[in-house]
């Protein structure tokens, strides 16, 4: 119970929330130019969508061997689940890692990165509605609605580029739809995730996850033909280095679910576009010195704040879970 508490209250701090929250969409939006470097060194095309599950399974899988690994050596239960806890921790990884990454590359397939990147922001709008019908003190109010509004605003500036084609009136389900359902997939499935760490250890949770959705994903891919082709030192790196980032910043993320509101974590997600953006500029030699992008910035910023100053008490320490 006492590192039941204590986890408590360093994950509930409130500066400790703006911190781990804000690295995890650092280590998210890092993601972006990682894996477009992968695809290149591994001449992985953008419609190779077997060869992209493979990529992503690798990925997954070894963040959730590595995050077990490191619960094992701390002295977590990582081999103490009860039997029913791992039926519910692997519909879990094949809904949060497998089955809204399926849904997400599909659609990203059929749109552009631009319409992509926007409407996966509405996961946060998701979580936020969800949160408000599942706990009694995650309610949605006028400050948190206009914070998520004025966040999604920002995603919008740093999508937005002068002439870009990439944003119309259009709409259909295996593009734009697909998009929205993965956005939809990951809310719920993060939600689940809360309830399940109440009774789970949060690393251990999260490691059993992580591997068994990238196990379903690389199965899936070597299924419909998929492979890694080329494979040499830098992209083994490189995906050693998104195993490594999604193992630290899932597991983070699990740890801020499991302490505090769900609407008051979510909303740092409108920040992973940014930084891929931005990030996506400095390593992939785009421009980076653009308005739209300190535009972007200051408005997700400003959404945070308007959802994270929330004048309500924070849940108990014996009682996160609201």
């Known amino acids: 119970m006492t590192d039941r508490l204590g986890g408590a209250a ?14 995890c969409c650092l280590l998210w939006g890092s993601a972006y130019p990682a894996i477009k470097s992968g695809y290149a060194l591994l001449s992985i095309g953008r419609d190779d969508t077997a060869s992209q599950l493979v990529f992503a399974g690798w990925r997954f899988l070894l963040a959730g061997v590595l995050l ?30 497998s089955l809204q990454y399926v849904f997400f590359y599909v659609g990203l397939a059929h749109t552009t990165g631009v319409k992509a990147s926007i409407l996966n922001a509405t996961g946060t709008f998701f979580s936020v509605l969800l949160a408000h019908f599942i706990y009694h003190n995650d309610r949605l109010d006028h ?58 250890d ?28 080329g494979m040499s030192l830098a992209p083994a790196v490189l995906l050693l280095y ?39 500029a400095l390593f992939l030699g785009e421009q980076i010195l653009a308005w739209r992008n300190a535009v972007a910035l200051l408005l997700v910023c400003g959404g945070i704040w308007l959802v994270t100053t929330d004048r309500r008490p924070p849940p108990s320490a014996a009682n996160p879970a609201g």
């Open 202 to 229: 949060a690393m251990v949770m999260t490691g059993c996850q992580l591997a068994i959705g990238g196990l379903a994903l690389l199965l899936a891919g070597h299924a419909f033909g998929g492979a890694l082709h």
């Open 143 to 200: 400050r948190k609605a206009l914070g998520c509004l004025v966040g999604f605003a920002g995603v919008m500036a740093v999508n937005l580029r002068s002439g870009d084609q990439g944003l119309d009136a259009g709409f259909t389900l295996l593009g734009e739809g697909f998009i929205v359902i993965a956005a939809f997939v990951l809310s719920a499935a993060s939600i689940y995730g809360k309830r399940l760490s109440q009774r789970i």
């Open 68 to 97: 077990l690994g490191i619960a094992r050596a701390i002295g977590r239960p990582v081999f103490a689940l009860p039997r029913a806890s791992i039926g519910r921790i692997a519909l879990l990884g094949l809904a949060q890692t």
């Open 242 to 280: 998104m195993a490594v980032l999604s193992a630290a910043a899932f597991a983070l993320w699990a740890a801020l679910l499991k302490y505090n509101r769900v609407g008051m974590v979510s909303v740092f997600n409108f920040l992973i576009p940014v930084f891929g953006a931005l990030l996506s």
């Open 10 to 23: 360093f994950f509930s701090r409130p500066r400790n929330v703006v911190l781990l929250a804000t690295l």
